[in-house]
């Protein structure tokens, strides 16, 4: 071999070399920074729905005014938010389309709601004439045309941009201060008018302006709601975004995360319940007596609903669910997929009573993914879309142990507002825990503590329900001590539910006997405030049997033991044991006497028997009575004297 041909042979054998060295360190670095490939996640958008219940209460919605795609969020139809606010503070309730309303009968019905969605619908103004002068109550939001003309304020100063609130008839001062520091300029619109309305009874005003009143119309009441009361309550409850949808970060972080949609502030009071039940038992209950199902089992004063974090920890982190079984209380462990908890670890969780959910990652890298290469050598990773995380976790566990209830892990969302409650409603989810508060500053971030149903862009409902976090880490003093003025206050007026989560790890990883006992304690305080610790799974599950329940009350005027009294005669169906309802503690001018089952008659007097123990109850400041039921079908006759 010549010369020539021997050096060219070593250049090209140095270059090969150098070559496989370069490709070498190229692929352990790409192994140590590796491609993440991201698979897109099913979605599912909102869905129309119509519930058909025995109820006092109906909600009337035309969807065929909601807009699909929304240029602004000020745009959405926010008509379906009213359900929130009765399912949460009622139980059951029916939602009739605009078809469905135009040919029902409405004998059955104690009080319409008619949306924003229907206030146009002048050809429905002698079917509205007829329910009103036979003693019916019709809510109006934001009417028009005909409807408006029946008993509501002119309108005549048009939609304007409100401030804040201004005024309360009957509500605690310290709740109104609570509204009045919410700032409205981005959260409703309301409906100014020329003049007030004679005879019209003023109950709430913002800026000044009379936006709910109330008049009598015939036998019956009319309430107008001159404010998109639907917008204000899904501003509060499922956040506000940035009117082009998207979510503006306000840590300084890359990321977004659910509290970027909290409305911060005093977060120790739940302002959009407060809104909520100051509507429901002050306004229209004093146009008509208010019955609804309390939201707690066995009558407590609120719940704890508690969740832990397993972190890929496996069995290390089941002590906490162990220790909750010896008192018969229950909680919810998420999980990451693939799951680290073996066999018997599910066998103990099943025996505690522990739902398992899934800690699920949404955008951002996480465990949720593996190597497309050698074991777990590989310069390709594939992450897990959400429906691929839940999908491994089902496989893993058994068909009875399906989880239902979900959480983004640290709280990571999705920068538009509604694609995380797609991702998660398409993955078969139906109750999610994301929504939490700041660990700096725990409580009602999202103006509740109750579960509420979300909506979509386009005006419709996701079938799941969010549950937020008011604690989403409880390990100080400082925390503690919140936790017991929020459990103080619920037990008294607000009852609650209280999401609060622990890491099931902090103490075997390092233990620190405080935190022991600030989780230790936790449990003690909520027990002595009369709240109901429960899981996630427990506390869906009581709330469906709420709504799918049936409850139908009228008045009647007779004597009972020879006094001149007001019956409130309720008839119930409740599903499930320890369930009760609530009455007003006043009816017109009468007060609470006595609640008995059953009734006998004596010529032309009453005698009811079979007495019931009832206690007084403050609802959000509305002083209620609560009465306890049997499972099945209950007749229950409410006295008045």
Not at 234 to 245: E, I, V
Request: glycine share 6%.
């Amino acid at each position: 071999m010549s010369r020539r041909n021997q050096a060219i042979r070593d250049r090209r054998t140095r270059a090969t070399i150098w070559m496989v060295i370069l490709a070498v360190i190229a692929l352990i670095i790409a192994c140590r920074h590796p491609f993440i490939w991201k698979q897109e996640s099913k979605i599912a958008p909102g869905v129309p729905i119509g519930l058909e219940a025995v109820s006092d209460f109906l909600i009337v919605i035309d969807e065929s005014t909601f807009d699909p795609s929304p240029k602004s969020f000020s745009d959405m139809s926010f008509s379906l938010a009213w359900l929130n606010t009765f399912q949460q503070e009622i139980g059951p309730t029916s939602l009739w389309s605009a078809p469905r309303f135009a040919e029902a009968d409405l004998g059955s019905t104690r009080v319409i709601v008619l949306t924003q969605s229907v206030s146009r619908h002048d050809d429905w103004t002698p079917k509205i004439r007829g329910f009103l002068e036979r003693g019916g109550v019709v809510v109006m939001e934001m009417p028009q045309g005909d409807l408006r003309g029946l008993a509501s304020p002119d309108g005549k100063g048009g939609l304007r941009t409100p401030q804040s609130f201004t005024f309360a008839q009957g509500l605690p001062q310290d709740l109104m201060a609570a509204l009045s520091d919410l700032n409205l300029a981005d959260m409703t619109q309301i409906v100014g008018s020329a003049g007030p309305l004679d005879d019209a009874q003023t109950w709430l005003t913002i800026d000044g302006v009379p936006v709910i009143t109330s008049k009598k119309y015939g036998a019956g009441r009319v309430i107008t709601v001159d404010f998109n009361y639907g917008m204000i309550l899904t501003a509060l409850q499922q956040g506000r975004p940035l009117d082009d949808f998207s979510i503006r970060n306000v840590r300084a972080s890359s990321l977004i995360e659910t509290e970027d949609l909290a409305r911060t502030g005093d977060t120790s009071l739940p302002r959009a319940d407060i809104l909520e039940r100051f509507l429901v038992h002050g306004v229209i209950n004093d146009a008509m007596p208010v019955v609804g199902f309390w939201p707690f089992f066995d009558g407590m004063s609120g719940a704890l609903i508690v969740s832990h974090h397993e972190q890929g920890a496996g069995d290390v982190a089941l002590w906490m669910p162990q220790f909750e079984s010896t008192f018969k209380a229950t909680s919810t462990i998420f999980v990451n997929a693939p799951m680290a908890i073996t066999d018997d670890g599910l066998h103990q969780l099943e025996k505690f009573q522990t739902e398992v959910g899934h800690a699920f990652t949404l955008d951002a890298p996480g465990t949720s993914m593996e190597p497309l290469g050698w074991f777990k050598y590989s310069p390709v990773w594939r992450q897990f879309s959400l429906d691929q995380q839940a999908q491994t976790m089902r496989d893993l566990l058994d068909s009875n142990a399906m989880p239902v209830s979900s959480q983004s892990r640290d709280g990571l969302w999705s920068a538009h507002y509604t694609h995380a409650f797609q991702r998660i409603a398409a993955a078969g989810f139906r109750a999610d825990a994301s929504y939490r508060a700041p660990e700096d500053t725990p409580g009602y971030a999202f103006a509740t503590g109750l579960p509420f149903i979300p909506l979509d862009t386009n005006g419709l409902v996701f079938n799941l329900v969010e549950y937020p976090v008011v604690f989403p880490k409880l390990e100080t003093d400082d925390q503690l001590q919140k936790l017991t003025a929020l459990l103080k206050d619920s037990e008294s007026r607000s009852h609650e539910a209280i999401g609060v989560s622990f890491d099931a790890l902090s103490y075997p990883q390092k233990p620190d006997f405080k935190k022991f006992q600030i989780w230790r304690d936790a449990y003690q305080i909520a027990t002595h405030h009369k709240h109901w610790i429960t899981s996630i799974l427990n506390f869906m599950r009581f709330s469906r049997a709420r709504v799918t329940a049936e409850l139908k009350s009228r008045s009647v005027e007779m004597r009972v033991a020879n006094k001149p009294s007001v019956i409130l005669r309720l008839e119930i169906l409740a599903p499930e044991a320890g369930m009760s309802i609530t009455v007003p503690k006043f009816h017109q001018t009468r007060a609470f006497a006595e609640a008995r089952r059953g009734v006998q008659r004596v010529r032309e007097d009453i005698v009811l028997a079979d007495p019931i123990a009832a206690t007084p109850v403050s609802l959000g400041g509305f002083d209620r009575i609560l009465i306890p039921l049997t499972r099945g079908f209950n007749a229950i006759d409410v006295i008045y004297e």
